[in-house]
């Protein structure tokens, strides 16, 4: 097995006593991350992402993933002491994990949590461990034509999988895609869409789009919430720890859909919180009782939180793969990645192996650092909760200025930060999902270029996307998800046909 | 905006009522309060985007959309990208109007689901510029004031108005936070934040 001694260098790469440091410090900042409102694994991350341009890429990765591991352990502290989903993904944890804290069983309910967290990332780091080597190697023979239709199944399956109404997800999935053309068109030497204005000459920085979008945006949601921290206090003993493992092996069945879901829904581009509302979903439908769920149920716990690590985990093997990442986070590192000078893509496994193997090894221990650190400080992070939010939100909306700032010391970045949190917030109470419009904007510049490429092989014909078995079957796949929701809005009209929707 | 309408203490903060449940099913209509229907935001949101839209399509066809002898010229991909993000958010733009007028031209007293829903309230919309001007004028005042001062002033200010904290509390966050930043910032990671006047009398 060439993957397990590749894998065992890179073990011997995250171990060395510097990179444990730094997934230490990464999964303490993530947790804090994960467990303040405003800020989350996207913008955290790229908040972070200026303060590492001078580490080594292998150890700052290391430090930014296992920021992402933390913030996706923190979400569900919040949801459960506090019925405050910290993060999105964490929302169906509040269902049957708020309910538990109520009834004194939160050091249940949070091992429990961070049990299924951990077992979730684990089975999706082995499939990284397994599948991305193999997938790699197979887009080593990817051409243009074969790179555009992979981007353009992601962007489809947006509008495919989404709850947000298609014209909206396509409506934001353009303005990124719109957002990432302005600027120099480093291909003609043409400026495109900046009206004369040199602020726009290097177009918008995606990090500013997501530190307003998710920042911004997310503060001022808080606030009209009025956000009353009426908490639970809870406290992990081994005692409470030992007797939940001991209950948690009963519930295999939903370790295992879970994980597949959720492994499933990271790869494509659906997200960790698509993932865990499924999860949730299905492991009530297949429960014996699904009446006691919503009610404490400890599979409710299990079942969401289980694919939300999954998914966030396995979100990385497209973005190491092909270069496309499987969620916003994801997008984040990979703009990480493309500043240390990494091409992500298939020849980061053959050109960055220790890069690569390091990053994959420490996937596994910065989730057993993870477990650990969670497991034993809960009741810290729980008092961070009890601080006002009139502190925690005007601290936050500095974090996010110094955040903006740094990408490029720009005071421009600041103002457009403000914009797009305005817009974030409009987006978010209108239904419109920030997801595609972050990840058009950062892949914009690479599906369009590869789009040129193959029009330019083709001298300009769309049958170049169906030229060969694998191209072919890549692009029907992305216009099946297209349509998709047409289909569904077909057989919801079947049975009445002529009815107008609103006389319902 | 009038600010001085706005809740003075933590306490208004926190009781604020719990907003409408965010139903995921458009057929169920809450009824609405006072406050901003849902009908304005969405076709304010969906006109800008059209707006944009148009401008992408605009500036493609002033580049060239089309095959130069070297291959698609600029706007070739911006363009369909344009039309595109036009076409979507004027599908969602006369979706709106449409029901809107719909309603109006039916029976007296019916109301078009996006109007039947309110958007944000008003104690919620108050909440939400409690935060939001004073972040915008922060942003402002930064571009000449310096990153330092202008938090400086936002913490305690925001703790004052809001939090109902006294001066003691509110400088010792207000100052503390900012100094955590240089230090971080400025002397660790030798990363410069804007600076303003102040900061330069003081040699930095």
Known sequence: ?504 | MNTTTLPGTVAALHDAPAPVEASADAHEQASPRAGVSELGPELAVAGVLMLLGALVVFDSLRIGMGWADDGPQSGYFPFYIGAMLLASSGFVFVKAAAGWLAARSAAAGQVDPLSARTFVARDELQLVMAMLVPASLYVAVMGFAGLYLSSIVLIAWFMRRHGGFGWPASAAVALGVPATVFVVFERWFLVPLPKGPIEAMLGF
């Open chain 1, 1 to 504: 097995m060439e993957e397990l001694s590749l894998l065992m260098n890179g073990f011997a790469v995250a171990m060395s006593p510097q990179n444990v440091m730094f997934m230490l410090v990464g999964i303490t900042l993530g947790v804090l991350i994960g467990v303040l409102p405003g800020l989350g694994g996207a913008n955290g991350i790229a908040i972070l992402l200026p303060l590492t341009f001078s580490m080594n890429p292998t150890s700052a990765i290391i430090m930014l993933s296992c920021i992402y591991w933390g913030a996706l352990f923190g979400g569900a502290i919040t949801s459960i002491l506090f019925n405050i989903p910290g993060e999105p993904w964490s929302v169906a944890t509040t269902f049957d994990g708020y309910p538990m804290a109520q009834q004194g069983r939160a050091a249940q309910a949070l091992t429990a949590a961070f049990t299924s967290s951990f077992v979730g990332a684990l089975f999706a780091v082995m499939v990284i461990t397994f599948l991305a080597p193999v997938l790699a190697k197979f887009a080593l023979k990817f051409g243009p034509a074969e790179f555009f239709s992979v981007y353009l199944l992601t962007f489809c399956s947006f509008v495919g999988m989404s709850k947000e109404p298609p014209a909206k997800v396509i409506a934001a999935m353009m303005l990124g895609f719109a957002l990432a053309c302005v600027g120099l068109d480093t291909v003609t030497g043409q400026l495109r869409l900046t009206f004369g204005s040199t602020e726009l000459l290097n177009g918008f920085d995606f990090l500013i789009a997501v530190i307003g979008l998710f920042g911004i945006g997310e503060i001022l949601l808080t606030m009209e919430e009025g956000l009353a921290f009426k908490g639970k206090s809870a406290r992990i003993t081994l005692g409470t720890v030992w007797e939940t493992w001991k209950a948690l092996p009963a519930y295999w069945m939903t370790f295992l859909r879970s994980t597949a879901i959720g492994c499933w829904m990271g790869i494509t581009p659906g997200g960790a919180t698509p993932a865990s509302f499924m999860a949730y979903g299905v492991a009530r439908r297949m429960n014996k009782d699904p009446d006691s769920f919503g009610k404490g149920h400890v599979a409710g716990v299990v079942a969401p939180e289980t694919a939300a690590h999954a998914a966030g985990t396995s979100a990385l093997l497209p973005m190491l793969t092909l270069g496309v990442p499987g969620s916003p986070t994801a997008a984040v590192l990979l703009g990480g990645l493309l500043i240390w000078g990494l091409q992500p893509g298939p020849m980061l496994f053959v050109e960055q192996k220790d890069f690569v193997w390091g990053l994959i090894a420490s996937m596994y221990l910065g989730n057993v650092v993870g477990l650990l650190v969670v497991l034993s400080t809960v009741p810290w992070w729980a008092a961070i909760l009890r601080i006002p939010f009139s502190i925690i939100a005007p601290v936050i909306i500095v974090i996010c200025a110094i955040g903006a700032y740094t990408v490029n010391s720009s005071m421009f970045d600041v103002i457009m930060m403000m914009v797009f949190g305005v817009f974030g917030y409009l987006f978010k109470k209108l239904k419109y999902p920030l997801a595609p419009l972050v990840l058009a904007l950062v892949l914009g510049k690479g599906a369009e270029s590869s789009f040129r490429q193959a029009m330019l092989l083709s001298e300009g014909s769309l049958s170049i996307f169906w030229s060969n078995g694998l191209v072919g079957g890549v692009s029907t796949l992305a216009v099946v998800m297209l349509l998709w929701p047409l289909w569904g809005a077909l057989k919801s009209r079947m049975p009445g046909a002529g009815n107008p929707p609103r006389a319902a």
